[in-house]
């Protein structure tokens, strides 16, 4: 079992990795703080920890990956976090994501659509003491049974936007996802403006592990 122990060099290479993030136009104290006190080694295969503080993704098992700093600090800030926020998260992976969202004061409900994935996290958000409302299942549709939600967030590529996930969004709430094809999407940030009104915003260069599910790659 990895021992979950967290040193001066953790510590110090995570300072480097929100500078990192900051030179990158990351603007957020908020989140920036998130992840300077979340050890992200916590998460990483034994075999890949010394990797764990370069600004890359790394394989989790089952296929998927845990996101980028970069990403999961863009995402975030886009999210707009308030304390209190209830969150759905589409794709739980490792947790990284679920638990940034955690520090930063949302309620978090999130889904794995990997029974395999869906239980080694479970125990070990347990292990960590961090409470998330877990669900294993096809996130595609969102989570219908606790909307409406604050803020929803995806984190794998869909090749278009879930109609569910914008119906189950609060007015003035943001959706966050990653659209485009199986290789390269864009950053889609919807904010919901009434029962019928959104407005959409785009930022191109991002590349997630597909998003499947009845709604997202077959």
């Given at each position: 079992?990895?021992?979950l ?12 990795l ?12 908020r989140?920036?703080?998130a ?5 992200r ?10 990797h764990?503080?370069?600004?890359k993704?790394f394989?989790?098992?089952e ?8 990403t999961v600090?863009f ?7 308030k ?12 947790g ?9 004061g949302?309620?978090v ?8 994935l869906f ?13 998330l409302?877990l669900?294993?299942?096809d ?9 409406p939600?604050?803020?929803i967030?995806?984190?794998a590529?869909a ?5 569910a ?17 199986r290789?390269r999407?864009a ?17 191109e ?5 597909p ?5 997202g790659?077959?």
């Amino acid at each position: 079992m990895l021992k979950l122990e967290d040193t001066y060099l953790h510590k110090g290479k995570r300072r480097a990795l929100v500078a990192e993030l900051r030179a990158k136009g990351i603007k957020s104290e908020r989140v920036l703080e998130a992840i300077n006190n979340l050890p992200r080694h916590f998460f990483f295969d034994s075999a890949l920890i010394s990797h764990a503080y370069e600004d890359k993704a790394f394989p989790i098992g089952e296929g998927q990956t845990i996101s980028q700093p970069y990403t999961v600090a863009f995402q975030t800030e886009l999210l707009n976090i308030k304390p209190g926020d209830k969150v759905l998260e589409i794709g739980t992976g490792s947790g990284y994501q679920g638990t940034i969202l955690h520090l930063l004061g949302a309620e978090v409900f999130t889904i794995e659509y990997q029974k395999k994935l869906f239980d080694g996290t479970q125990r070990f958000l347990k292990r960590l003491g961090i409470e998330l409302h877990l669900f294993y299942g096809d996130g595609t549709g969102g989570l219908p049974q606790h909307a409406p939600y604050d803020k929803i967030i995806v984190t794998a590529g869909a090749p278009v936007v879930p109609e569910a996930l914008i119906q189950q969004l609060k007015v003035g709430g943001i959706l966050v996802i990653p659209v485009g094809d199986r290789k390269r999407q864009a950053m889609v940030k919807i904010t919901k403006k009434s029962g019928k009104e959104t407005v959409r915003e785009e930022f191109e260069g991002f590349a997630f592990v597909p998003l499947l599910g009845k709604y997202g790659w077959k």
